[in-house]
């Protein structure tokens, strides 16, 4: 099972906008409602941003947002801030297991 | 609150099996809704999903790491492990024990803990 295909990077300005896609098969991201994404800081524990391919979590703001069309799925970070760059992956459920993506670095410029 | 926590070697030996422990607290192991499953990171490079399992044993696995991977569970300690045979430098990894919801996502991530296979 191959990872997920993400960027692997994109960057963007203080309140700018910018969206990590998430590309996978009709075996994984397009038939599945279970598409996640976490963001990971280098030493820490991942963190979940987005469940459901558009529901956020309790605490996480709503800068943040989820969408899915055909075999892609996409994180959408509005606003951005200083303290968003990180690394992000998505998650997607693939029948009987799971698969991540290939991660994306966003960098706030 | 829910905290997960790993436990085992930091370093195993080319070949041999890679042992690991994630000690669960705040929440019961016998949780029926949970799965609770591994994730590791080697170094320079991205997540990767090892598999899950469920208090009852029911389990699932990455097609790759199949043939390798043994999960099980200790009600008793609150507990569920790792284990995965024949290791090589390519199993060096920061492993990472974590809940598994009924919407198939992870919540709630252990610290992570560094194994690194070397002779």
């Known amino acids: 099972q191959s990872a997920l295909t993400q960027p692997r990077s994109v960057s963007g300005s203080p309140g700018q906008s910018v969206t990590i896609s998430c590309t996978g098969t009709s075996s994984d991201v397009g038939v599945s409602n279970y598409v996640s994404w976490y963001q990971h800081h280098p030493g820490k524990a991942p963190k979940l941003m987005v469940y459901d391919v558009s529901k956020r979590p309790s605490g996480v703001p709503d800068r943040f947002s989820g969408s899915k069309s055909g075999n892609t799925a996409s994180l959408t970070i509005s606003g951005l801030q200083a303290e968003d760059e990180a690394d992000y992956y998505c998650c997607s459920h693939a029948g009987s297991f799971y698969v991540f993506g290939t991660g994306t670095k966003v960098t706030v410029l | 609150q829910l905290q997960l926590q790993e436990s085992g070697p930091g370093l195993v030996k080319p070949s041999e099996t890679l042992s690991l422990t994630c000690t669960v607290s705040g929440d019961s192991i016998t949780n029926n809704f949970y799965y609770w499953a591994w994730v590791r990171q080697p170094p320079g490079k991205g997540l990767e999903w090892i598999g899950s399992i469920h208090y009852t044993g029911r389990s699932y696995f990455d097609p790759s790491l199949r043939s390798r991977v043994t999960l099980s569970v200790d009600t008793s300690k609150n507990q569920f492990s790792l284990k995965l045979r024949s290791v090589t430098a390519a199993d060096t990894a920061v492993y990472y024990c974590?809940?598994?919801?009924?919407?198939?996502?992870?919540?709630?991530w252990g610290q992570g803990t560094l194994v690194t296979v070397s002779s």
């Open positions: 974590t809940r598994e919801t009924e919407s198939s996502s992870y919540w709630s």
